[in-house]
């Protein structure tokens, strides 16, 4: 969940297939646009500081790289295997099963709300023996992050480890 420009659904499309080959399913999720319903999460700056991949971008693939069809390109290469949906995680994963899904990785929105709405959506995962790796646990500009994860872990008994610097909370059954 929150993929951005797809670099991070590609490698893990890359790992998922040296391992499982073509045996493995991965689903994205993101608004893949900026507006005013969204405008209070935080979307990370969608201009390249990098020349080289403003003229890549805007002269050779003629994409906007925040964009879902940006996105299915870089993933052209696992087309069987993944499937991406644009779309607000508040109403989108309320209608998705999650009886099937064994690895989640939150990196969507930020704001408290958002958070706790995505992992009481996925919670049937961790029901199920898997596991929600959440990015970003411990940002001082999204404090809402640390305080939805802590929280459901709490309220749901849930354990809750937080790995690399503080950078990630990997929650699952305990
Ligand atoms: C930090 S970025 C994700 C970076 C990505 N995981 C990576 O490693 O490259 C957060 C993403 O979440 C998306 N996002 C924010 N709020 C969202 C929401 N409510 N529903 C779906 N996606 C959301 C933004 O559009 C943005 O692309």
Do not use: W
Not at 47 to 70: D, G, H, T, W
Not at 77 to 83: C, E, H, L, P, T
Not at 113 to 122: E, K
């Amino acid at each position: 969940m929150g993929v951005f420009h797809g670099v991070t659904a590609r490698n893990v499309c890359e790992l998922l297939y040296s391992i499982h080959g073509d045996n493995f399913k991965y689903i994205g999720l993101d608004l893949f646009h900026e507006n005013d319903e969204n405008k209070d999460e935080i979307i990370p700056n969608t201009k390249f500081k990098n020349p080289l991949k403003n003229i890549y971008f805007n002269y050779i693939k003629r994409q906007n790289p925040y964009s879902i069809e940006a996105v299915e390109d870089l993933l052209k290469k696992f087309k069987n295997n993944a499937s991406l949906i644009k779309g607000n995680s508040n109403v989108i994963l309320k209608k998705i099963d999650m009886s099937k899904i064994d690895y989640v990785f939150l990196d969507g929105g930020h704001d408290y709300s958002t958070v706790m709405n995505d992992l009481n959506s996925c919670s049937e995962v961790i029901q199920n023996d898997g596991v929600i790796l959440c990015d970003d646990y411990d940002l001082s500009y999204a404090p809402g992050v640390k305080k939805a994860i802590d929280e459901f872990s709490l309220k749901n008994n849930l354990k809750c480890q937080i790995i690399c610097n503080n950078r990630f909370a990997k929650i699952h059954k305990n």
